[in-house]
């Protein structure tokens, strides 16, 4: 039976020793038990491009390689670390995919992303996200110097930090029209993604049919988990990340 595993918003930084042991925990425990692990975005707080010596930087590349010697490892980009490249996936053997990809299983085709484009009632989110995520800003970034992206990549960090505190909850959440037209566009009736730090299993109808919309776990809530996919049957099961 073929179990695949499901992951986003780990939030890895240099400051965050703990959470690096618990994905290298993790990439090395329960990760080796499944068929294929798909990181859906947000596996870095801030990833300002792949030339980054630093040791952290390093050290992740390292786990992944290791991890993917043993096992297909998938990475979409999120809002974090959007300039994550085809050197980073070279030198690491993971695998790139869009950020809408649909996966194939014998249950049924299950709609991958991060999910921050289904947020579309923050429209000054969408503004931005398309700004950032603009050919002309990944080149204008990576044409800076490793410090001056370190600036620009707190500086964004602190903007968004400021606006997220002045809007209201609801309006960041993802909007339920957004889900079901891209289910429709990809005419699936199963999605999985992260971002929003709203865990949840959330089971609707679509268009007369049952419809599920899977919401990954950020790993810095208590209670963390992975999600793990039978590919056959489509159970889904929570996979503890801490303890
Ligand atoms: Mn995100």
Redo the contacts with the bound molecule.
């Keep these: 039976m073929a179990h695949i595993l499901f992951i986003s918003?780990l939030h890895l930084s240099p400051a965050t020793p703990e959470l690096n042991a618990q994905f290298r925990r993790f990439l090395r425990g329960p990760a080796l038990t499944a068929s294929s692990l798909y990181i859906l975005?947000?596996l870095f707080d801030a990833w300002i491009g792949d030339d980054d010596p630093s040791p952290f930087s390093a050290e992740v590349k390292n786990l992944l390689a290791d991890a993917a010697a043993h096992l297909p490892v998938y990475f979409q980009h999120?809002?974090?670390d959007f300039l994550l490249g085809e050197v980073f996936a070279r030198e690491t053997g993971i695998h790139l995919l869009p950020d809408e990809y649909v996966l194939e299983t014998p249950f049924a085709p299950w709609l991958l992303l991060?999910?921050?484009q289904l947020c579309t009632d923050d429209t000054e989110y969408q503004k931005a996200r398309q700004l950032l995520r603009s050919p002309a800003f990944k080149a204008q970034a990576m044409a800076m110097s490793i410090p001056q992206r370190l600036e620009k990549a707190a500086e964004i960090r602190r903007m968004s930090g400021e606006a997220m505190a002045a809007k209201p909850e609801n309006i960041m959440d993802v909007n339920q029209d957004a889900v079901e037209e891209t289910m429709r566009r990809h005419q699936v009736r199963h999605m999985i993604h992260?971002?929003t730090h709203r865990p949840s299993l959330h089971e609707f109808s679509l268009d007369g049919q049952p419809a599920q919309r899977a919401v990954l776990a950020d790993w810095k809530i208590p209670g963390s988990f992975a999600l793990r996919l039978d590919s056959n049957s489509g159970d889904l099961l929570s996979i503890p990340i801490q303890g």
């Design positions: 918003d975005g947000d999120g809002n974090r991060h999910g921050d992260g971002h």
